[in-house]
């Protein structure tokens, strides 16, 4: 037997997406995932949020805070990066270990 496909609802939202990210970073540094899990979107759009606020944040008081990324196993802290994705591998030690950077305000 097969079923007919229910409508894509979507989430109803007081907020735009934005509105919400900012609000959730502005109370404590939080990794792109957990932002993704809080507002129900991929973490992939987070990354173009994120990049939007911290272009508006510059032009005003506020300034997107970024935590770099450290390798888990040698240490290294990724402070010169400009990406605001994880890296994929440490440059010192090649490892695959990295720890994600966190976002506030």
């Known amino acids: ?7 894509f609802i979507p989430v ?3 907020e ?6 900012i609000k959730l ?10 932002i993704s899990i809080a507002v129900r ?8 949020e994120l990049d939007h ?7 005003s008081e506020n300034s997107l805070m970024v935590t770099p990324a ?4 040698c240490l290294f802290i990724f402070k010169k990066r400009d990406r605001l994705k994880k890296p ?7 490892s695959e270990s990295i720890s994600k950077p966190l976002f506030s305000l």
Do not use: D
């Open 12 to 14: 109803e939202r007081q």
């Open 41 to 48: 979107i991929p973490e992939m759009e987070v990354y173009g």
């Open 1 to 7: 037997m097969i079923r007919a496909k229910e409508p």
């Open 53 to 59: 606020i911290r272009k508006k944040a510059h032009r």
């Open 88 to 94: 994929g591998r440490c440059p010192m030690c090649h």
């Open 25 to 34: 970073i502005e109370c404590n540094p939080l990794s792109a995932r957990e």
């Open 70 to 73: 450290q390798c888990k196993k």
């Open 16 to 21: 735009t997406i934005r509105q919400q990210i």
